[in-house]
């Protein structure tokens, strides 16, 4: 959660992370920084996001994303 | 002879009433639908007696925000459209150039407007769409209107940090619009998926293209562009058969293998604009699209949305670029070095000629001397050309490719930007000292160089927010003691870029 965090903070100091439930569906997140974090994520965790994880309902939290991470580090 | 490009919609919606012509997330419109509503918030602007002056629209994406540019038309006026999401700073700016007789609002940009504390008039949409049509009125209005009244003002970056409006008077857009449907074969069979913002000049070709040909228009919604599978299953579900996107959202669709799920066959043109398309990702989508018409389109907004295209007729390798190709009909371009053309694969800068070209910058009598100039290869009468800033020259096929601009704008995710006014804002802050910036092509990142301790990167896009769009934030931040200068005491920007590569290494 940590590095999740500070990946997302370093991309966006001006967004608040831990009260935004919202990142997608409120516009905060636009598809410059989605595609960035996709790239960071990827590198940071070692996993593969593919197409089809790519959705709204994975990036719109940070408990989100998380739960993506996870399921992920899993497979 | 068109004079006026509401007589498009006028023929389409007695030739077909019914069809749609746009649809939104939560509103469909028919010509027919499109039309009475033009017409009634063209009727309630009658009130003001004004010709030729702008009207401020600022809404959500939808189609009754076509009908309220119609309306300004059929009032004798014309239209600016705003960006809602834009910084309160920002559309000041805007207005304080442009001066709007009244500023249009909808219900979903009220916050918006609110935050704005804009102290000119401001009317909301939905309030007005029920003004009785006034028809000998407009009727009145259209007999004296003339082909070179102005049409839209669009504003777009500037270096200094205030934003220049580009008048675009109709007859451009009528030249646009008869070349692009008869060379992209536009019918009222197309459905075009539509993702340039109405704010963003390319979306003028997406709707004009439906008013003349009753083709419709589905508007995608911008979430998608962030979320390819999604974006392809949307293209699938619509039966969008027309798409002409800007560069980075075909990018997005390739970069994360989302042609690999779902490639759905209903798409048979595909044309890009609005920055340089790599060949790498063109290659992924002809893949997948082998029967399709790709092509690859130029122009700058000065010169009414397109003065060049290619459409793909060869094999080209993923390190090759695609060409610029050739002038758009009716439009003259040439590549100018020093006051002399360039010869053959020399480069230059590319230059308009045509109907094509804005008369100028909205209250802006000197960078529209600077941009627009007398030919330098006419010295017999007054012909204006523009200098677009981009360094161009033709290849061994006699088609032109693009190489580089000559100045600090830039293209990023589309939009068209000018390193300085990202500098101005940034220079604004209070905490700032200093600050630079340059951009990295390769990892299209903005990068930003700025002197100032105090000044924390949440700090500085906190302030920026209130300043410039979020697609003008710096993607890269970095902190320096000092500011390097060249002998000239200029910011030396080569050190700076030799400075971030060594640090990307």
């Not at chain 1, 439930?21 to 960035?36: M, P, Q, R, T």
């Not at chain 2, 700058?300 to 080209?316: G, H, L, S």
């Amino acid at each position: 959660m940590e590095t999740l965090l500070k990946i997302l903070e370093e991309l966006r100091p001006d967004v608040d992370f831990q009260e935004n439930k919202a990142l997608i569906d409120s516009g905060e997140l636009d598809s410059f920084d989605i595609v960035s974090l996709v790239g960071e994520l990827s590198e940071a965790f070692e996993i593969e996001i593919g197409a089809e994880d790519i959705i709204p309902e994975n990036f719109n939290s940070v408990e989100a994303m998380m739960a993506l991470v996870t399921k992920l580090q899993e497979d | 002879m068109i004079r006026n490009i509401v007589e498009y919609l006028e023929t389409t919606a007695a030739r077909l009433p019914e069809k749609i012509a746009f649809v939104g997330k939560e509103e469909r419109l028919s010509f027919g639908n499109l039309l009475q509503r033009s017409k009634r918030i063209g009727s309630y602007f009658l009130r003001y007696g004004k010709r030729n002056v702008p009207i401020a629209v600022m809404t959500e994406k939808t189609p009754s925000s076509v009908a309220a540019f119609l309306g300004c038309v059929y009032s004798g006026n014309f239209y600016t459209p705003i960006d809602p999401s834009m910084p309160k700073e920002r559309i000041l700016s805007i207005f304080d150039t442009l001066r709007p007789q009244v500023l249009l609002i909808d219900e979903k940009s009220k916050k918006a407007a609110e935050h704005l504390e804009y102290a000119g008039e401001t009317l909301v949409l939905e309030e007005i769409v029920h003004t009785e049509i006034a028809e000998e009125a407009l009727q009145k209005v259209r007999r004296t209107a003339i082909d070179a009244d102005p049409l839209y003002a669009l504003f777009t970056s500037g270096s200094t940090g205030v934003p220049k409006g580009v008048v675009i008077p109709h007859h451009s857009v009528i030249n646009l619009v008869e070349w692009y449907t008869e060379t992209f074969d536009i019918s009222e069979k197309e459905i075009i998926g539509n993702q340039a913002p109405f704010y963003f000049d390319s979306s003028v070709k997406d709707i004009y293209a439906v008013l003349k040909t009753g083709a419709t228009m589905e508007i995608i919604p911008k979430q998608f562009f962030s979320f390819p599978v999604k974006l392809m299953e949307y293209v699938a579900e619509k039966e969008i058969n027309y798409v002409d996107w800007v560069p980075s959202a075909f990018c997005i669709v390739a970069n994360t293998g989302a042609l690999e799920k779902t490639a759905p066959q209903c798409l048979k043109k595909i044309a890009f604009c609005g920055e340089i398309m790599p060949t790498k990702q063109y290659n992924m989508w002809r893949a997948k699209y082998p029967h399709a018409v790709f092509a690859n389109i130029y122009g700058p907004t000065e010169a009414t949305v397109d003065c060049t295209y290619y459409i793909v007729d060869r094999e080209f390798a993923d390190d090759e670029p695609l060409p610029i190709g050739y002038p758009c009909r009716n439009t003259d371009i040439f590549i100018l070095n020093g006051d002399r053309l360039a010869q053959a694969e020399e480069t230059g800068e590319l230059c308009i000629r045509g109907r094509c070209l804005a008369p100028g910058y909205y209250n802006n009598p000197e960078k529209t001397e600077e941009a627009f100039i007398q030919n330098p290869l006419n010295p017999h009468y007054p012909e204006k050309i523009y200098k677009t800033g981009d360094m161009a020259r033709y290849n061994a096929y006699g088609e032109i490719v693009f190489l580089a601009r000559k100045d600090h704008q830039i293209k990023h995710m589309g939009h068209r930007i000018e390193l300085g006014e990202i500098e101005a804002a940034v220079n604004s802050i209070d905490l700032v000292e200093n600050g630079a910036c340059i951009y990295d092509e390769g990892g299209q990142r903005i990068v930003l160089f700025y002197c100032g301790k105090e000044a924390t990167q949440s700090y500085i896009l906190k302030k920026l927010r209130d300043k410039v769009p979020k697609y003008m934030f710096p993607n890269v931040m970095i902190l320096l003691e000092e500011m390097p200068h060249t002998l000239n005491s200029k910011i030396d920007r080569l050190r700076l870029k030799e400075y971030y590569d060594k640090r990307v290494e």
